[in-house]
Antibody, heavy 116, light 113 residues
Framework: EVQLVESGGGLVKPGGSLRLSCAAS????????MNWVRQAPGKGLEWVSS????????YYADSVKGRFTISRDNAKKSLYLQMNSLRAEDTAVYYC?????????WGQGTLVSVSS | DIVMTQSPDSLAVSLGERATINCKSS????????????LAWYQQKPGQPPKLLIY???TRESGVPDRFSGSGSGTDFTLTISSLQAEDVAVYFC?????????FGQGTKLEIK
C-alpha cells in the first residue's frame, strides 16, 4: 500500500523557517517524481514545487522561488521542503504527492501556520 | 500560467440524480503527441487529502466507481456523476498538467439537495 506521511509543520513567526518531511512507503520511491502542493485554510490547491526521481529537475512556483528548497533522499525514501523567510500567506496545509504531472497519491498533509 | 475556471462554485443535487461540474482552461491542454488532454479531476472530502479520480480527461483511476466519468477536449471539460450517492459529497477540483506550473481550478462544492 502506498503511504506518504508528512511531518514538520507547526506555528512559526514571520521571517522564520521550517523543514517539512515526507516519508514514503509501499512503492519504489526512487522511480517517481514528487510534488509539494499546499492548501490555505478554506481555499483551493496550489502547486508549490516538484522534484524529479533523481533530483535532476527541480521546479518552484513563483510565489516561493528563492525562499523554499525541495530535496529528496532516495535511500531514506524521503522528500523534504526547506521553507525560509516565511510569510503569513504561506499558512496552509502542505501535502506531498506522488507523480510527475498527475498526483496519484497524496499524504494527509501537515499544517504550517505563520503568525506573530 | 494556464488558468482553470470551474463552474458552478457549488451544486446541490438529489440522491440518485446526475451531477455535472464544468472546467474551462485559458488555453488548450490537448497534447498533440498522443492526442490526449492533460486534465485531471480530484475529489476532496472534508478533512482528507485530494483523491485522484480521472486523468487524461476521461480515464478513471483504478478503483473509482464507474458512475464518475470525464469528458471534453481542448479547453472545455466536464465531470459527471451519473447517480449521486451520499458518499460523493465533497469538493471537486480540476487540474491541468499540460504546462508547468500545474494549476488547479478553484473547486466545486457538491452537496445533497
Amino acid at each position: 500500500e502506498v503511504q506518504l506521511v508528512e511531518s514538520g509543520g507547526g506555528l512559526v513567526k514571520p521571517g522564520g523557517s521550517l523543514r517539512l518531511s515526507c516519508a514514503a512507503s509501499g512503492f519504489t520511491f526512487s522511480s517517481y517524481s514528487m510534488n509539494w502542493v499546499r492548501q490555505a485554510p478554506g481555499k483551493g490547491l496550489e502547486w508549490v514545487s516538484s522534484i524529479s526521481s533523481s533530483s535532476s529537475y527541480i521546479y518552484y512556483a513563483d510565489s516561493v522561488k528563492g525562499r523554499f528548497t525541495i530535496s529528496r533522499d532516495n535511500a531514506k525514501k524521503s522528500l523534504y521542503l526547506q521553507m525560509n523567510s516565511l510569510r503569513a500567506e504561506d499558512t496552509a496545509v502542505y501535502y506531498c504527492a506522488r507523480g510527475e504531472a498527475v498526483n496519484d497519491y497524496w499524504g494527509q498533509g501537515t499544517l504550517v501556520s505563520v503568525s506573530s | 500560467d494556464i488558468v482553470m475556471t470551474q463552474s458552478p462554485d457549488s451544486l446541490a443535487v438529489s440522491l440518485g440524480e446526475r451531477a455535472t461540474i464544468n472546467c474551462k482552461s485559458s488555453q488548450s491542454v490537448l497534447y498533440s503527441s498522443n492526442n490526449k488532454n492533460c486534465l485531471a479531476w480530484y475529489q476532496q472530502k472534508p478533512g482528507q487529502p485530494p483523491k485522484l479520480l480521472i486523468y487524461w480527461a476521461s480515464t478513471r483511476e483504478s478503483g473509482v466507481p464507474d458512475r464518475f466519468s470525464g469528458s471534453g477536449s481542448g479547453t472545455d471539460f466536464t465531470l459527471t456523476i451519473s447517480s449521486l450517492q451520499a458518499e460523493d459529497v465533497a469538493v471537486y477540483f480540476c487540474q491541468q498538467y499540460y504546462s508547468s506550473p500545474q494549476t488547479f481550478g478553484q473547486g466545486t462544492k457538491l452537496e445533497i439537495k
